[in-house]
């Protein structure tokens, strides 16, 4: 019985895999370069939840058990979140209000970006991360269109890709307006 307990659970390492590769595609430099997300901690928050979301869209019209694993990774971006709180000194107490904050934040962004994104509606989904990812009132477009364009890649995975090779997202440079570093 206490033996289980050090044995490595193969959903779970594929999961904290998953949720790396998604990590890791939302701190490329090219969307706080050339796409202008801002390079802060809410510009940082927006991006990785801008990646989660494209992925649990995808992962949404697959079948089972890829229903498991939205919700595994829902979980996995959620404690992410809990112990990047903790470890910038955010106090015990105030965890709680923080990650409820956070919550809000990330399913109204959900919500927000779904139809346009299902739709492939650039100007409604530019509106929309030009709020929320830029925070101000321009629209995106750029962005927009990199969303887009990972949504249109991530729908033609199968469960199995994504978990093996992980979520393949375009080079954000490639979107970039002339001019743009």
């Given amino acids: 019985m206490i033996f289980s307990l050090f044995r490595k659970d193969p959903r779970r390492t594929a999961i904290a895999l ?11 430099p090219g969307l706080y370069g050339s796409l202008r997300v801002p390079d802060t901690l809410e510009g940082r928050f927006e991006a990785l939840s801008l990646h989660m979301i494209l992925v649990l869209r995808a992962l949404r019209d697959l079948p089972a058990p890829a229903d498991e694993v939205a919700k595994d990774l829902t979980d ?24 409820k904050k956070i919550a809000a934040a990330f399913y109204g962004r959900a919500q927000a970006y779904d139809e346009p994104l ?10 929309a991360l030009g709020r929320n990812a830029l925070g101000g009132e321009a629209p995106a477009t750029t962005l927009a269109r990199y969303a887009l364009a990972a949504n249109r890649g991530l729908e033609t995975m199968d469960l199995d890709a994504l978990l093996e090779t ?12 002339e001019g743009t570093p």
């Fill in 76 to 99: 996995a971006f959620f404690r992410d979140m809990d112990a990047s709180l903790r470890e910038m000194g955010v106090g015990d107490t105030v965890v709680p209000k923080r990650m």
């Fill in 18 to 28: 998953l949720y790396k590769r998604i990590a890791t595609a939302a701190r490329a």
């Fill in 118 to 127: 299902g739709e492939a509606d650039e100007g409604a989904l530019a509106e």
């Fill in 166 to 177: 992980g979520p393949v997202f375009p080079v954000p440079e490639t979107y970039a307006e």
